[in-house]
């Protein structure tokens, strides 16, 4: 199926996600309501990671995948300007680096093999037996064997840290809850006068930075089962736990992940890691605690790839990874909570 070029209408294809609507209640800050999955789906297109067409990449797009060095690296990519990041803007100059980490040629278990082995002959824009490849944004094209970002040039080719060729598929859990006083009463701000929002951070040992918990989905895996587990494995350090306690938790999150929640972003993401052969797709969801009496229950506890772990509260001064703050204002925009001092950048809502 994916055989070799699949037209230049590839280029331009849009980030259409499925998005929920949300009600709103007449009470002083404004919620959702509690019944799981009653959210009608609409399409909307996320202004920061915008695939590149003909006329190059929008200038607060795919940067992320342009910067030097490479993560865990000294490796410096090719410099590709704004108007040189589209595939369909003509480039007979372009020599981009040639990088693939170690840890993934060593061939562990989450990673291909090189595309020139003679025993591998993946199915690109299919399901490949256990391993999904294809991309929540539509065909990509492939060219000399290797799959293409469809989001434009990144200066480098291979695989970098990414282990799979084409899309390396995440899912990150936004679990939220209202930032509440000692009486257990709403705190709104002072500003905006709308309610303050809060979400699980993590640090992240390998850059320092604050995310959101999540990581890759594994072969053969739910999206459902990966957002459950990478936050017990990053927020919980489930993974430290005896038997016993691995039970108590996974009974507590199976509360949590049963709640309403809302599917805030699915698709392309403009990550650090991207080369022009690979690169990094997640599906965001937000699981909203309304009383935050589920995650009183549970305590928050750094583990696996995560350094710390704790509640932040949510407002446009947040520096996340990757796109991980755009996912986070949309929550914000989808609960009409507090997100900017700004009236007209803190618009959303009626």
Not at 50 to 62: L, T, W
Not at 104 to 112: E, I
Not at 188 to 213: M, N, Y
Not at 241 to 251: Q, Y
Request: with cysteine.
């Amino acid at each position: 199926m994916a055989g070799r070029s699949l037209g230049q209408a590839v280029a331009t294809v849009s980030l259409s996600v499925a998005l929920a609507s949300v009600a709103v209640r007449s009470s002083g800050c404004r919620g959702v309501p509690a019944s799981r999955n009653s959210f009608p789906s609409c399409g909307f297109h996320l202004d920061a990671v915008i695939m590149s067409g003909s006329n190059g990449a929008n200038e607060n797009s795919h940067n992320k995948a342009r910067t030097s060095p490479y993560p865990g690296s000294k490796v410096e990519r090719s410099q590709v300007p704004n108007e040189k990041v589209g595939w369909l803007v003509e480039w007979q100059d372009y020599n981009p680096v040639e990088y693939t980490a170690v840890s993934v040629l060593a061939g562990p278990r989450w990673a291909d093999p090189q595309i020139s082995e003679s025993n591998f002959s993946p199915k690109f824009n299919e399901k490949d037996g256990h391993v999904e490849r294809k991309s929540q944004n539509g065909l990509y094209e492939i060219e000399n064997g290797r799959p293409r970002n469809p989001a434009g040039r990144t200066g480098l080719v291979g695989r970098g840290l990414l282990g799979r060729w084409g899309p390396n598929h995440a899912a990150d859990p936004i679990i939220t809850r209202w930032k509440r006083d000692d009486s257990g009463n709403k705190i709104t701000h002072p500003v905006s006068g709308k309610c303050i929002l809060q979400f699980v951070a993590i640090k992240r040992k390998d850059c320092g930075e604050w995310a959101i918990p999540g990581g890759m989905v594994d072969p053969g895996e739910k999206i459902s089962a990966t957002l459950k587990r990478e936050f017990g494995e990053e927020a919980l350090n489930s993974l430290q736990k005896s038997s016993a306690e691995k039970r108590e938790i996974e009974e507590k999150l199976h509360t949590l992940f049963s709640q309403e929640h809302l599917v805030i972003y699915k698709g392309y993401v403009d990550d650090p890691r991207n080369t022009d052969n690979a690169w990094m797709e997640t599906e965001a969801v937000n699981y909203h605690d309304e009383t935050g009496e589920t995650m009183d229950k549970l305590t928050l506890e750094a583990g696996d790839d995560a350094g710390k772990v704790k509640w932040v509260d949510i407002s446009d001064q947040l520096k996340l990874y990757a796109s991980h703050s755009q996912f986070i204002k949309l929550v914000a925009e989808k609960r009409d909570a507090h997100w900017s001092e700004d009236p007209a950048t803190d618009s959303h809502g009626p």
